[in-house]
């Protein structure tokens, strides 16, 4: 063993050839592994010199009532509404609440959740970043004992607990609404392609488009990066072709916010030029011009169970034989920016 190496419980786990969260659990006193098996832990632990680092000092019995949340920006309209309901459960319940941003990046994400941890927070709940494209930092975590629940964008596979929307149904509704509006050349701007949230939305819309015999074409399906003026680059060029498309579906607020800037830029009117719907929690919606069809989600109902989910698992000390996936339903918003002239709003199911 290199002597300037820091032991870790990965190292003990390969030295007895047992698992990592079998050697997290010993070293906690959990009583749900064989004592025998606890005690040659523990022997080769301190054989081995092994100090707990910064993430395991937080994993100790003695709660300190306070939970971490890493969220891409708290400006964003989803994130403080998602927050607002977080503190409120958590506030009921004894807890505080420390709150982190990513801003959409995988280098900050990873380094703020450490440092969440290390501040001994009793559990973490997180949206991803943009950038994100496996989640081995939140498994780490989740190894070494750290309650995790995962919100919105959200690692499919890992083992935690999640709170999603009907990301599917919502983006089919709104792509369906545009056709039934007479759009037959329906663009959808999205973000990146690793995220399942982009996959879930980018197969509403594409089933939508099928289901009405439309097809899809490759050239717009445009995955954005959150630069604001990589996204007006992508925008503009977008309109600017020879064959513009008629209307577009975008899959984040920020995306339809920009469509509405670079589309007044361009002396273009919605929707008489081209139409727009998208997914949205921006309570202004409503009242811009033209006001923005769309997407609405449940940002408070969804704060409200991750906490509940998270304090519920603080509580109980032990890890879950089994993982909840709780699925919100989402609400289209008809409004003036994708209603085409002379044709009736139609109302969605």
């Not at 002597?3 to 007895?16: E, F, G, M, V, Y």
């Not at 064989?34 to 707990?52: F, G």
């Not at 996204?231 to 509405?260: Q, T």
């Amino acid at each position: 063993m290199n002597p300037l190496h820091d032991i870790t419980i990965k190292d003990i786990a390969q030295r007895l050839n047992v698992s990592v969260s079998t050697v997290s659990r010993a070293l906690r006193g959990s009583t749900d592994i064989k004592k025998e098996t606890r005690e040659l832990i523990l022997q080769v632990a301190d054989e081995l010199n092994y100090r707990p680092n910064p993430i395991a000092l937080s994993l100790k019995d003695k709660k300190t009532k306070v939970i971490g949340v890493m969220v891409q920006e708290i400006a964003n309209n989803y994130c403080s509404a998602t927050i607002a309901g977080i503190e409120d459960y958590a506030n009921k319940m004894g807890y505080q609440v420390l709150i982190s941003q990513s801003h959409e990046k995988y280098d900050v994400e990873v380094t703020n959740l450490h440092l969440l941890a290390s501040r001994r927070v009793d559990g973490i709940i997180i949206t991803l970043s943009n950038e994100t494209k496996n989640a081995a930092h939140l498994q780490d975590l989740i190894d070494k004992g750290m309650p995790v629940v995962m919100f919105d964008r959200v690692c499919e596979y890992l083992p935690s607990h999640k709170v999603i929307v009907d990301d599917y149904e919502g983006s089919y509704n709104a792509t369906e609404h545009l056709i039934q509006q007479g759009y037959k050349h329906i663009a959808h701007l999205t973000i990146s392609p690793s995220l399942a949230i982009t996959q879930r939305r980018l197969k509403g819309y594409k089933d939508a488009l099928k289901a009405c015999g439309l097809k899809t074409k490759k050239e717009w399906i445009i995955h954005c990066d959150f630069d604001p003026g990589h996204m007006e680059k992508d925008v503009r060029n977008l309109l600017s072709g020879p064959h513009r498309p008629d209307a577009i579906f975008s899959s984040v607020e920020r995306l339809s916010m920009v469509c509405l800037k670079v589309m007044k830029q361009m002396n273009l009117k919605v929707p008489d030029d081209v139409a727009i719907a998208g997914f949205s929690d921006n309570p202004v919606s409503g009242f811009l011009s033209p006001a923005l069809t769309s997407v609405a989600q449940p940002t408070f109902e969804i704060g409200q169970h991750a906490a509940a989910l998270l304090i519920s698992q603080i509580e109980t000390k032990e890890r879950p034989k089994e993982y909840s996936t709780i699925q919100l339903k989402t609400r289209l918003d008809i409004r003036e920016s994708s209603l085409a002239k002379k044709q009736p709003a139609h109302t969605l199911p």
